[in-house]
């Protein structure tokens, strides 16, 4: 992002397309803090095993034999070969289809079938105890599940204290699911789903038939690494077959997005990064403490918040689409008053990205002067 007198430019279009920068970013803003990667509801019984590519890491979550969701390294000790290939119970063991090394519920290495010959399962030297699944930091609050991949980050409670304190007037732990919309595969990079949500200067013209919310009852949020924006509305703007309700529309940097809906719902949306331009959604439907929807009322937001995303997923895939362009390299303008969440959100990912960007480029532009 660059500033100057007159204007504010966007991330430069490498940012959103470019591979090497790709990879720096899952080293470095995906990797260095709490990344948002799935629900605790998915999880049932103990053996419940959600294998997810995220940050371009195969991860696996799982429910153990205690009843608490762990996370690990989805890769067998012996060859590196990715264990679980699908959501499943995979029963008491996690089993290699490769050479059938086998692994308890809390990641323990159990066996290794002739590893030092026939019949020889344990060679001279080796420890099972030293090769179990890596372990990966996991925080769970509420129903969502974050992960620190490198385990260098601040305890969940003071890394995400800007956003927690701002839902300290909701008993998040009697919220209900009434609702699942899973979008699938977006063609667009992680970041333009985040901006798009926490920026309200689209809302009313991509929005125009879905939400009645008037932009100038709109405002932003910076607070640390909680970006967002919020709405007011006024009582005469309220239908109720639009979303047409006060609202705040929060992240929690990198990955985790929430609204709440009032006075009644919130949304959880769940990001994947999959490549530069490829990530998936779900959104989870909650309802408050106390509060009630009808099987035709959830419908209606259904189909509502449906139509909301679409109308969302279209704009973002073409900004994707806009990056290939010559004329975008500068990233574009920023609005100095509607997007200062975008503005914030940006400088995240260049403090955590650049300066190890810089640095390859310039090992690669030596390389080729070799």
């Not at 980050?153 to 304190?165: G, N, Q």
């Not at 924006?229 to 047409?244: I, W």
């Not at 975008?342 to 400088?347: G, L, T, V």
Request: hydrophobic fraction near 35%.
């Amino acid at each position: 992002m660059t500033k100057n007198s007159k204007s504010i430019h966007g991330l430069p279009a490498k940012s959103y397309t470019d591979q090497q920068f790709w990879e720096i970013e899952c080293n470095t803003v995906l990797a260095d803090g709490w990344l948002f990667v799935g629900f605790v509801h998915e999880f049932l019984k103990p053996g419940d095993a959600i294998p997810i590519s995220i940050a371009g890491k195969p991860i696996l979550l799982i429910k153990n034999n205690k009843d608490e969701i762990t996370a690990f390294h989805n890769v067998c000790s012996h060859r590196c070969l990715k264990l679980v290939n699908e959501r499943k119970n995979v029963g008491k063991i996690i089993q290699c289809p490769y050479h059938s090394w086998a692994y308890d519920l809390e990641g323990k290495l159990k066996a290794s079938p002739h590893f030092g010959g026939t019949n020889q399962h344990t060679p001279k030297g080796f420890n099972k105890l030293d090769h179990g699944l890596k372990p990966i930091r996991i925080h769970i609050w509420y129903d969502w599940i974050f992960i620190n991949i490198n385990g260098k980050a601040k305890k969940f409670e003071e890394y995400a204290k800007p956003l927690i304190k701002k839902f300290k007037d909701i008993n998040l732990k009697k919220i209900k699911k009434v609702a699942t919309l899973d979008f699938g595969k977006i063609q667009s990079n992680w970041k333009f789903l985040i901006e798009n949500f926490i920026e309200p200067y689209h809302v009313q013209f991509v929005h125009s038939t879905t939400t009645k919310q008037p932009l100038k009852d709109h405002y932003t949020i910076v607070d640390g690494i909680c970006l967002g924006s919020g709405v007011d509305v006024k009582e005469e703007n309220k239908d109720s077959n639009t979303l047409s309700v006060s609202s705040r529309y929060l992240s929690l940097f990198p990955n985790f997005i929430i609204g709440s809906y009032f006075p009644n719902q919130i949304g959880v949306y769940l990001n994947v990064p999959i490549s530069p331009g490829l990530t998936t959604q779900k959104r989870i439907i909650y309802i408050t403490e106390g509060k009630t929807m009808s099987e035709q009322e959830i419908d209606l937001q259904k189909k509502i918040w449906w139509s909301v995303h679409k109308e969302d997923h279209e704009i973002c895939e073409r900004l994707q689409e806009g990056r290939s362009s010559p004329a975008s390299k500068k990233g574009g303008l920023l609005s100095p008053h509607w997007e200062k969440s975008i503005q914030a959100f940006q400088k995240l990912i260049l403090n955590a990205t650049m300066r190890n960007y810089k640095k390859m480029k310039g090992k690669k532009n030596v390389q080729r002067n070799k």
